[in-house]
């Protein structure tokens, strides 16, 4: 299995930036697919944007496209999520996951490991 800390969470005013950090261990790394994921109160969990195991293919959800990237280094396993122009809505907790599929996927069902979340908190 793979194991998954998520960090780099905190308050920020809308419009700042944040980068999150998910550090893995355990199996290789670049064996899975990394997501983001996030979960406001009383909202389901929602697909952020996710990495292929290559690091050359990316999905972002339409919510966060131009605002958010992923990037991955798999010589320091572990994935990044740089999070720019922050908003209002975009607070939630945001969870790091790997899938060992062949292909990304938005369901959160495709994911086999999870790191406990980091909170992001966006201010107006």
């Known amino acids: 299995q793979v194991q998954l800390v998520e960090s780099g969470g905190g308050l920020v005013q809308a419009g700042g930036s944040l980068r999150l950090s998910c550090a893995a261990s355990?199996?290789?790394?670049?064996?899975?697919?990394m997501g983001w994921f996030r979960q406001a109160p009383g909202k389901a969990r929602e697909f952020v944007a996710a990495?292929?195991?290559?690091?050359?293919?990316?999905y972002s959800a339409d919510s966060v496209k131009g605002r958010f990237t992923v990037s991955r280094d798999n010589a320091k396993n572990t994935v990044y999520l740089q999070m720019n122009s922050l908003k209002p809505e975009d607070t939630a907790v945001y969870y790091c996951?790997?899938?060992?599929?062949?292909?990304?996927?938005?369901?959160?069902?495709?994911?086999?490991?999870w790191g406990q979340g980091t909170q992001v908190t966006v201010s107006s």
């Open positions: 990495m292929h195991r290559s690091g050359g293919y990316t």
């Open positions: 355990g199996r290789t790394f670049s064996s899975y697919i």
């Open positions: 996951a790997a899938s060992d599929r062949y292909d990304i996927t938005l369901d959160s069902a495709g994911y086999r490991y």
